[in-house]
Every structure is written in C-alpha cells, then in structure tokens.
Nanobody
Framework: QVQLVESGGGLVQAGGSLRLSCAAS????????MAWFRQAPGKEREFVAR????????YYADSVKGRFTISRDSAKNMVYLQMNSLEPEDTAVYYC???????????WGQGTQVTVSS
C-alpha cells in the first residue's frame, strides 16, 4: 500500500512559480509511475504530467509544456512538480498519483490547493 502526501501549494501571482512535492511511503517510488493531476472548480480532473517508472521519462499535457517540470528523487521517495510562469487558469487542486501500469494510477494523495491571482 502506497501513501502519497502532497505539499507546496499556495497563493501566487500570475507569472510566479511554485514547487509541489509528493512524499511517497509504503514502497520505493521508483517502482511506480508517478503523475500529477489537477481539478479546477466545476471541471473534471485532468492530467498534468507524469514520469515513467524506472527510466524516469517525463510527459506533459500541452497546456503546461514548457512551463512545468516533473522530477523525482528516488533516494528520498519524492516527486516534484516545478511550476513556472503560472497563469490564473492553473488554479486547481493538484493531486499526486502512483501506479504500476503506464497511465493507470492506483494510489492518490489528498491534494494541495494552488491559486494563481491575476
């Protein structure tokens, strides 16, 4: 059983940056594909970025490509999402997820709120 805890959310002005962290426990995070999703009020949850298990290849949603960077520190069982050039449209609750099969996630964190003011 993997537990995921997100942190690092907050209020930031448009154009600013935040770094989200996801602490994984209950198993080596390198054995899992890790991802970030987000859900804005009144909208469905959407994929933001993922990093593949073992190799660590990164994939991004078009809406964040070039602005967000996903990374992992396997020694610390941590996954990060560096968010730059934030826009009001990035306002959402951000969730960390983990899974074995590509793009399939079995474990989810509780989420961290990111609010970008214009």
């Amino acid at each position: 059983q993997v537990q995921l805890v997100e942190s690092g959310g907050g209020l930031v002005q448009a154009g600013g940056s935040l770094r989200l962290s996801c602490a994984a426990s209950g198993g080596p995070s390198v054995n899992y594909g890790m991802a970030w999703f987000r859900q804005a009020p009144g909208k469905e949850r959407e994929f933001v970025a993922r990093i593949s298990r073992i190799v660590g290849r990164a994939y991004y949603a078009d809406s964040v490509k070039g602005r967000f960077t996903i990374s992992r520190d396997s020694a610390k069982n941590m996954v990060y999402l560096q968010m730059n050039s934030l826009e009001p449209e990035d306002t959402a609750v951000y969730y960390c997820a983990a899974g074995i099969a590509p793009t399939s996630y079995d474990y989810w964190g509780q989420g961290t709120q990111v609010t970008v003011s214009s």
